[in-house]
């Protein structure tokens, strides 16, 4: 009888499913379309060299509440893991009771007294509690990476927008040398007008241009402030207390880091590990429900003390034990259903890490291409910057000398100071772009929320 038990405890060991390791279900991918020659470090924005963003940076991760709420519940996910640990041990209670029985037609009653301890364990002989232990250490790894996953995102949305905060602060510079430089030209103008060297019309469309650039230094004023309040909540404070950033320069583009193998990358990316910890657990969550078909072995104890008087309470003590076999019969294909639902589970997030790790090489390729073309258009906005400037000073010239009508001058000035402007503009654009490759590059570092604990 003995052999045949321990087979069929065999065989219902053999058919539990293993874990074995995922691949995205994705082609072979090649290397990425450039790369550089400097090594990008865990803490990428210090490429930049700016000890301003450093200290912001070093203040979002440790006071960031978005962040902070995205540590708890890693905790969170910790306290599940050592509340399934506690199902591998026996669960012990002390228990005391005290009844009072009266009989029929007499007036004696009978008090009993009781107390002991009962203690119940399961035998996990299929490694049903493991697996979901297992399942569940996964998912505690999956809610660390995703902490590092948003301590990088939050890294980033912080470099862009203090680099956007000194874009605003430089444009909302430049538009108020353009409004003294209209100003001058009005009162320049007004003066050959009363001369009779210039039409009233000229003097009307260059306050309209001087109009147009204090409209744009509003506008910079207005988003100067926002990036401000944006900052302030990214550091985990209200708008109006932030500081006055005073200091900071726009940084010179950092040479282009190595790109590395696709295959580096995925093992790097704190998202991408969480995607693929995702994956083990459900695997785990589909041992637990297959395993929860097969019979459960328990083992029961009790030990007790009985009495009618407190006085003699432990003079006279019973124990029992107890073994246990429950095996599901008739379940209407509940269990089998819960096997198949855990089963989609796992493939759905098997595609959604193939599809997470297919994004993350689109991030790498659209940054690199982006980067590419954004220096193409910054050396020809150089170039029509250049000859913006050149052609408003020539038509100044031959203005003076009465060989061109202001029109021309007025329309060439308008255009140089939006192409000011614009450069500005672009070169922010450069740096967001390049943030977001140190972004798409970036492997998880140590936060100073971890080196706490």
């Not at 690199?368 to 050149?390: A, H, N, P």
């Amino acid at each position: 009888m003995w052999p045949a038990i321990f087979f069929i405890l065999w065989l219902f060991a053999a058919c539990t499913p293993k874990l074995s390791p995922e691949e995205a279900p994705i082609p072979k991918p090649e290397a990425f379309s450039a790369s550089g020659e400097i090594e990008l470090p865990n803490e990428w924005w210090t490429s930049f060299q700016d000890p301003v963003l450093d200290s912001l940076v070093l203040k979002a991760l440790q006071e960031n509440l978005a962040l902070a709420g995205n540590w708890q519940q890693y905790r969170a996910s910790l306290a599940i893991v050592k509340r399934e640990k506690s199902f591998l041990f026996p669960q012990i209670d002390a228990f005391a009771e005290a009844s009072k029985n009266g009989f029929e037609n007499t007036f004696s009653e009978e008090v009993q007294l009781q107390t002991g301890l009962a203690a119940s364990y399961e035998l996990d002989l299929w490694g049903r509690i493991r697996a979901g232990i297992q399942a569940e250490k996964y998912t505690v790894e999956a809610f660390l990476y995703d902490y590092r996953a948003a301590a990088m995102s939050i890294s980033a949305e912080i470099a862009n927008t203090w680099y956007q905060l000194l874009t605003a602060r430089r444009q909302l510079q430049l538009v108020q040398e353009q409004i003294r430089t209209n100003e001058n030209i009005v009162r320049l103008i007004r003066a050959r007008f009363a001369g009779g060297q210039i039409r009233a019309v000229d003097i009307l469309r260059q306050e309209q241009l001087l109009e147009s650039t204090r409209n744009q230094k509003i506008f910079y004023e207005t988003n100067l402030e926002l990036l401000e309040n944006r900052l302030a909540v990214l550091l985990g404070r209200p708008p109006q207390n932030i500081e006055d950033f005073t200091e900071g320069q726009i940084p010179n583009l950092p040479p282009l880091p190595q790109t590395g193998l696709p295959l580096e990358l995925i093992r790097r990316r704190p998202d991408l590990q969480q995607a693929y910890n995702l994956v083990l657990a459900a695997d785990r969550e589909m041992a637990f429900a297959v395993r929860s078909k097969f019979p459960v072995i328990s083992l029961d104890a009790r030990g007790s003390f009985r009495a009618e008087d407190a006085g003699n309470l432990f003079e006279n003590w019973t124990y029992s034990l107890a073994g246990n076999l429950v095996a599901p019969l008739i379940y209407g294909g509940r269990l089998s259903a819960e096997v198949d639902r855990a089963a989609a589970v796992k493939h759905q997030r098997l595609y959604e890490y193939g599809q997470a790790v297919l994004i993350a090489f689109e991030e790498v390729e659209n940054a690199l291409l982006q980067e590419m073309k954004q220096k193409e258009r910054l050396e020809l906005l150089e170039r029509r910057l250049e000859l913006s400037e050149k052609t408003s000073e020539q038509l100044r010239i031959e203005f003076l000398n009465g060989l061109s009508p202001y029109l021309d001058v007025l329309l060439a000035l308008d255009k140089q100071q939006q192409l000011e402007r614009e450069m500005l503009a672009a070169r922010q654009e450069l740096l967001e772009i390049r943030v977001g490759l140190y972004r798409a590059l970036a492997g998880s570092f140590e936060t100073p929320e971890e080196t706490s604990l």
